[in-house]
């Protein structure tokens, strides 16, 4: 209350809508509530509603993973990759980080009437490079155009198959208490980048995307330590949104330690600049793991013996909590609530 006497709180964003707006594809509590009040109750089946990023069925001879993905990033071309690379590392980490191999991708494409043929080619030049990187095939596709002004250039739409070994059994609902949490490195690249790009700041360095395949990191952690929980790669909403889905899936509390959170002093800078909050900005090529405290040095050790883990941390730990918050405990000593993001700080970035 101020010295008038006029109460003074914080704004609640609004979470009541009759229409779609961008924080519905955000990540954070109004993509969460979509899909509680209209696809949940519609669609949910056993599978659907583990909420996991990719769903592992039984087959004849074993277990797939099956993944999709819409991307519909602006700019399309940004530091460090473009639409389609992002489409084929964001359908491969979503399988890899449950534990899959992959094996094959589908991509859709809806393309705007008067996109350069030129820009095209080199998306799809793009998308080809990145399959041999991740060693998966493209084996089918579908082309949509759509009128001038209706599609933003393009926008990539992508599907992925691959196998889970006997043994391997991650989940979202599996952290427990005293297990550590991994991170494989520096958070918000791939936001930064993005903005930069598209609102023309500039760095004394070069800051790229993050963007790239995990199979390899989540394998190497997998088998250093079998008795991992669970892994996710930290996009929309950034590792505060993965860290929230992991708490309220599993029942548990988190703590955080924000000194072991690693971030790039340009990306810090641009936040601060921004006001933007590094713990809720996308990133493309990091991962999450929660592992049993006994095989926590174990995974970290594995986890840096690998590109995408070569700045890897034990930034926390899995708690009981009730109230399933996640807790940060700050550099300056007193802890903050991570609150689940409402929408989105920057929209249209994956």
Request: aromatic letters at 4%; one cysteine or more.
């Amino acid at each position: 209350m101020n010295r008038n006497g006029i109460p003074l709180a914080c704004p609640i964003p609004k979470t009541d809508f009759d229409h779609v707006v961008m924080g519905h594809g955000g990540g954070g509590k109004q993509s969460a509530d979509l899909l509680r009040t209209v696809f949940l109750p519609m669609l949910g089946n056993e599978i659907l509603s583990r909420l996991e990023d990719q769903a592992t069925l039984r087959w004849p001879g074993g277990r797939l993973a099956f993944t999709t993905d819409s991307f519909v990033v602006r700019p399309i071309f940004f530091p460090g990759g473009d639409i389609g690379k992002l489409a084929v590392t964001g359908t491969v980490n979503d399988l890899a980080v449950g534990g899959a191999r992959p094996l094959f991708l589908s991509a859709a494409f809806i393309l705007e009437e008067g996109l350069s043929l030129r820009d095209l080619e080199r998306v799809v030049r793009s998308m080809r490079d990145a399959c041999l990187e991740a060693d998966v095939t493209l084996v089918t596709g579908d082309t949509k155009v759509v009128d001038k002004g209706k599609g933003d250039q393009l926008f990539i739409t992508t599907a992925g198959v691959g196998v889970v070994a006997d043994g391997i059994s991650l989940s979202v609902q599996s952290a427990r208490p005293g297990d550590r949490i991994l991170l494989s490195g520096p958070i918000g690249d791939h936001g930064i980048a993005i903005l930069s790009q598209r609102e023309g700041i500039e760095f004394e360095s070069t800051l790229e995307s993050d963007a790239a395949p995990l199979t390899d990191l989540a394998q190497a952690i997998l088998r250093a330590a079998p008795g991992t929980r669970l892994m996710r790669d930290p996009t929309r909403g950034g590792l505060a949104a993965t860290l929230h889905e992991i708490a309220q899936a599993s029942r548990v509390g988190i703590r955080l330690s924000e000194a072991r959170v690693p971030i790039r002093p340009e990306v810090k800078g641009a936040c601060e600049m921004l006001g933007l909050d590094p713990l809720y900005v996308a990133n493309e090529g990091k991962l999450v793991a929660v592992v049993p405290a006994a095989q926590a040095d174990r995974a970290l050790l594995a986890a840096r013996t690998e590109s995408a883990g070569k700045n890897a941390t034990l930034v926390g730990e899995i708690v009981e909590d009730e109230s399933r918050m996640v807790i940060l405990d700050s550099v300056v000593g007193s802890p903050r609530v991570v609150h689940l993001p409402a929408g989105t700080q920057l929209p249209r970035i994956c």
